[in-house]
């Protein structure tokens, strides 16, 4: 069982910046790929960004892309989303998500975090 728990969210203005954490449980966070993903409300679940267990690859959705820097540290079993130059269309709720297998749709991941609230104000 891994058991998933973000961190960061909040208000910012257009044109700020954001981290979010994700810290982990259990001694495997290690294997195990990471990644984020964000909700509107009437919208699905969408992946942004992902990690493999070694942080030696990443994948970004294009809305994302050069913006937004994932990141992980496995001696602190956690994992990062710097977020830059966010534009009133990243707000959204962001989730943190978990997998021994590489995943690219929510139907794929098998640990959630509960997620945190991004709003970016125009």
């Known amino acids: 069982q891994v058991q998933l728990v973000e961190s960061g969210g909040g208000l910012v203005q257009a044109g700020g910046s954001l981290r979010l954490s994700c810290a982990a449980s259990?001694?495997?966070?290690?294997?195990?790929?990471m990644g984020w993903f964000r909700q509107v409300p009437g919208k699905e679940r969408e992946l942004i960004a992902r990690?493999?267990?070694?942080?030696?690859?990443?994948y970004y959705a294009d809305s994302v892309k050069g913006r937004f820097t994932i990141s992980r540290e496995n001696a602190k079993n956690t994992v990062y989303l710097q977020m830059n130059s966010l534009k009133p269309e990243d707000t959204a709720v962001y989730y943190c998500?978990?997998?021994?297998?590489?995943?690219?749709?929510?139907?794929?991941?098998?640990?959630w975090g509960k997620g945190t609230l991004v709003t970016v104000s125009s």
């Open positions: 259990g001694r495997t966070f290690s294997t195990y790929a």
């Open positions: 990690i493999n267990w070694s942080g030696g690859s990443t």
């Open positions: 998500a978990a997998d021994r297998v590489v995943f690219v749709a929510p139907g794929g991941v098998n640990y």
